[in-house]
């Protein structure tokens, strides 16, 4: 599709907006090798995908944008692979949150932090920090996050809970398991959406995503632009939310 046709558009009145979009950010890998370039040229690309993402939210009323930036799983690759994702992820948190502040963005990080370093560390929560009073849009980026480590953290707090006899196990439900995990106050994801083609949703939200629509685009997270966003939230409109009931 071409950026500049649709670019501009926005959803008509009375049309259903995702209240709350996630997106796996697939294919920075595939856009660098097509050009013969390393691979962190292709994370650097998907950081202005990330900027142009974050506009197009803005602009069309979406209140929660969650980004999986580095799943539990990226650990595992090449150590200078996983030292340049970092150092960019640094780099992006540092020089950005002022200007995201300015958009009126608050910031929230989900994942297992602590396998981060100290400095790292400091400047997650003073993004957080910074950012909490802004409500014009909600962004959440999950770091060293995997949702089957997510769960299972919940379960072993609930499990130390009851063993101290302060909690009885026959009290605990779908709603108040979903407070343990790093999601508590944030709306399940109405719309889940993979980039580069792939179709698995990769240990991301797998809880929090029970009814989310999901949908598999066919291009490249660092051509990822404000049109393949509207183009989301047209496909997201065109289908009927049923949450299991049969239609009325
Ligand atoms: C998947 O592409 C992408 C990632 C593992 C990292 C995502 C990071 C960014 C988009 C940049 C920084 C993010 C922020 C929030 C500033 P891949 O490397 O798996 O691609 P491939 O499947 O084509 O190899």
């Not at 580095?70 to 200078?80: D, G, Q, V």
């Not at 009073?133 to 770091?143: F, P, R, S």
């Not at 889940?192 to 291009?219: C, H, K, M, P």
């Amino acid at each position: 599709m071409r950026e500049a046709a649709a670019a501009e558009k926005l959803p008509a009145d009375g049309v259903a907006i995702p209240a709350h979009v996630a997106i796996i950010m697939d294919g920075n890998g595939r856009w660098a090798a097509a050009r013969g370039l390393p691979r962190i040229a292709g994370h650097r690309a998907g950081a202005q995908a990330v900027r142009r993402t974050i506009e197009a939210a803005i602009r069309q009323n979406v209140g929660w944008l969650t980004l999986y930036a580095f799943s539990s799983e990226n650990w595992r690759r090449p150590l200078p692979e996983v030292i340049d994702l970092t150092g960019l992820l640094r780099h992006y948190v540092r020089s950005e949150v002022a200007e995201l502040h300015e958009s009126g963005v608050r910031m929230r990080f989900i994942g297992d932090r602590s396998r981060f370093d100290a400095d790292l560390q400091a400047d997650l929560r003073a993004a957080e920090r910074k950012t909490e009073g802004n409500t014009k849009l909600n962004l959440i980026v999950a770091l060293s996050y995997g949702s089957r480590a997510e769960i299972a953290a919940a379960a072993r707090r609930l499990a130390e809970e009851a063993r101290a006899g302060r909690l009885d196990p026959a009290s605990i439900t779908e709603d108040n398991f979903g407070g343990g995990l790093d999601t508590i106050g944030i709306p399940d994801p109405d719309l889940i959406l993979r980039t580069s083609g792939e179709q698995r949703l990769s240990n991301f939200l797998l809880w929090q995503g029970a009814y989310a629509e999901l949908l598999f685009l066919d291009v490249l997270w660092p051509d990822f632009g404000q049109a393949h966003f509207a183009e989301a939230l047209a496909e997201f409109a065109r289908r009927e939310r049923r949450f299991g009931a049969r239609p009325g």
